[in-house]
């Protein structure tokens, strides 16, 4: 499908919508004398935090998009990518009308912004690979009410890619958008379909800064995606969605891209090591491959592993209600993963 109108995808109350103009968009020029927004005047920490923070984000957009290749027009930021999907649920799909499709196991976010925003899920299990089972999905994709069909590569709980075929058949396939969850992304370069966005015009790339570059803290997510999509996104985007901080740090932040890509390289050198050495212990039955920055790990008796780990201060999430048998470890330092094995090694 590469003729949508998005306008007639999205609600039809976010087409009609005025949306709110704040006091810093009305006005956005040079003045000495701000009147105009109800800030207090006095900088009480010595760091302009008295004032709200630019709405349209202008230093942290015009940095990311030089870095990922792509124009401003074409960016969405948000506080967190878990706020880029709720404005995307929010933006086109009716209540109780509308659904979204995507594949399990999947990251539960997924779930609870549907339950959220009243939406039906439609959940198809993955294959046997823990991929995308497309022949299953393919009528469904088709039906006019499945705004919104959301993948995710490299996938959240498994590690795995989505291979390039699958995607496309999908983003052919859909009739609403397709989003393309890539919070893992920088942990397996050159794997993105950032590069193909103009290609695709229902494609929604959804990345965020929480895990690849370590700002988890920071809560700065991006949604890249047609100018046309982009501008109802930002209909409902509330003006000061990205505070001064985080946006007073990242143009400095993302100019430091080797030290980011250094720690990356580290982080999946030790992600290998570490799949090398739990293959190596008794309790562990399978680890599966992983381009992520955590293991998705079936154990024996994988609840006692669990709570034999918690008793040594060591935390890892369980997956008893997404992958039976399995637990989920975020790769650590050095020193995390060793202290990990050393704890598994008698269990
Ligand atoms: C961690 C994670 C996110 C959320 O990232 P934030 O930007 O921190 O909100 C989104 N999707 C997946 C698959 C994740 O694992």
């Not at 958008?177 to 920088?186: G, P, R, S, W």
Request: with cysteine; glycine share 6%; net charge neutral.
């Amino acid at each position: 499908m590469n003729n949508i109108d998005v306008d007639l995808l999205a609600r039809e109350n976010v087409r009609r919508l005025v949306p709110y103009s704040s006091a810093r968009q009305d006005y956005a020029g040079p003045a000495s004398v701000r009147l105009d927004a109800n800030e207090n005047p006095y900088d009480a920490a010595a760091n302009g935090l008295n004032r709200y923070p630019d709405p349209l984000q202008r230093g942290v957009k015009e940095r990311l998009a030089e870095l990922r290749g792509v124009g401003p027009e074409r960016i969405l930021l948000g506080n967190g990518s878990d706020e880029v999907l709720d404005f995307l649920f929010r933006a086109f799909c009716r209540p109780g009308i509308d659904r979204v499709l995507f594949f399990t196991p999947a990251y539960g976010m997924y779930r609870v912004l549907a339950g959220v925003n009243d939406v039906e899920v439609c959940a198809v299990p993955s294959d046997r690979d823990f991929l995308p089972d497309v022949e299953a999905a393919l009528p469904l994709l088709k039906e006019s009410t499945m705004k919104l069909t959301i993948l995710c590569s490299p996938n959240n709980p498994v590690g795995n890619l989505i291979p390039r075929d699958r995607l496309e058949r999908i983003l052919h396939a859909a009739s609403g958008l397709v989003v393309l969850d890539e919070a893992y992304i920088d942990f397996a370069p050159g794997e993105s379909l950032l590069p193909e966005l103009d290609r695709y015009p229902n494609l929604v790339v959804v990345q965020t800064f929480s895990k690849g570059w370590g700002l988890a803290g920071a809560r700065l997510g991006a949604a890249f995606a047609a100018p046309e999509i982009v501008r109802i996104l930002n209909r409902i985007r509330p003006p000061y969605n990205i505070n001064a901080l985080t946006q007073n740090l990242l143009p400095e932040y993302l100019g430091r891209h080797e030290e980011v890509r250094n720690r990356i390289e580290t982080i999946i050198k030790e992600r290998e090591r570490l799949a090398d050495t739990l293959q190596r212990i008794p309790c562990v039955l399978h680890v599966h491959p992983s381009r992520a920055n955590f293991l998705l790990v079936r154990f024996r008796r994988a609840d006692a592993v669990y709570h034999a780990l918690l008793e040594r201060g060591i935390v890892v999430r369980n997956m008893a209600h997404g992958v039976e048998g399995c637990l989920r470890i975020t790769v650590g330092t050095a020193e995390e993963n060793r202290l990990l094995a050393e704890a598994l090694a008698p269990l």
